[in-house]
């Protein structure tokens, strides 16, 4: 069964670009999450989506940051104008309703913006 | 506030020596604490996890001890190996999806 794959893995932008980090779950999986991890930090919840809504967005900077996953499957993080506090890595997991709920990572995709 | 403590930050141990890390939580309504670990370049994984109605969790070499009382609890690994070596991280959940995340503990294990 394959993982949580992520997109881009590296990203670099100056103050002020944009950027789109791309998520594809674990197949069957109806709860996806984003996280931010700064450097020497554990993760820290940005938003999550039980299949297309959005759940709980109450961390996300929701005046540069936006994300979406419109039919309950891949997802899509945005940052409209980075700034150097942005610098992280962002993680994507899944996870399924019932059980232990256990949420399964992606690899992340690490950020910098100088 | 930090509602998920770790310690300590960093922890040296020699290989085949057992390898304790400690977490400590604030909010009562808890009732769901995994342990992730992760190496660096990589997601977090899961490793072992507990629910609050259980006092101990083995998995091969690792055991949580739980403390509801003292809102406490600590990873022990056991017979620790160079590859055991990585941050690891204590999470806690209540009765939303969310998984609080404390700092990590770096651990190092010297052959």
């Known amino acids: 069964e394959a993982g949580v794959t992520q997109s881009p893995r590296y990203a670099v932008l100056q103050e002020g670009q944009a950027v789109s980090f791309w998520c594809d779950p674990i197949?069957?999986?109806?709860?996806l999450y984003w996280y931010q991890q700064p450097r020497d930090q554990g993760p820290q919840l940005l938003v999550y989506f039980r299949d297309e809504a959005v759940i709980d967005n109450s961390q996300l900077p929701s005046d540069r940051f936006s994300a979406v996953r419109p039919k309950g499957t891949n997802s899509t993080l945005k940052i409209q104008s980075a700034k150097q506090g942005d610098t992280a890595t962002y993680l994507c997991?899944?996870?399924?309703?019932?059980?232990?709920?256990?949420?399964?990572f992606g690899p992340g995709t690490r950020l910098l913006v100088l | 506030q930090q509602q998920v403590r770790q310690s300590p930050q960093s922890l040296t141990v020699w290989e085949g020596e057992t390898a304790i890390l400690n977490c400590s939580y604030e909010n009562s309504a808890f009732d769901y604490f995994p342990w992730y670990q992760q190496f660096p370049g990589e997601g977090p994984a899961l490793l072992i996890a507990?629910?609050?109605?259980?006092d101990k969790k083995e998995d091969g070499g690792f055991t949580i001890f739980f403390n509801k009382r003292e809102k406490n609890l600590s990873l022990h690994i056991k017979d620790s190996q160079p590859g055991d070596s990585a941050t690891y991280f204590c999470a806690a959940k209540g009765n939303t999806r969310k998984l609080i995340f404390g700092l990590g503990t770096t651990l190092q294990v010297q052959p």
């Open positions: 197949s069957g999986h109806d709860t």
């Open positions: 997991a899944s996870s399924l309703a019932g059980g232990e709920d256990t949420q399964y």
């Open positions: 507990i629910r609050s109605v259980s």
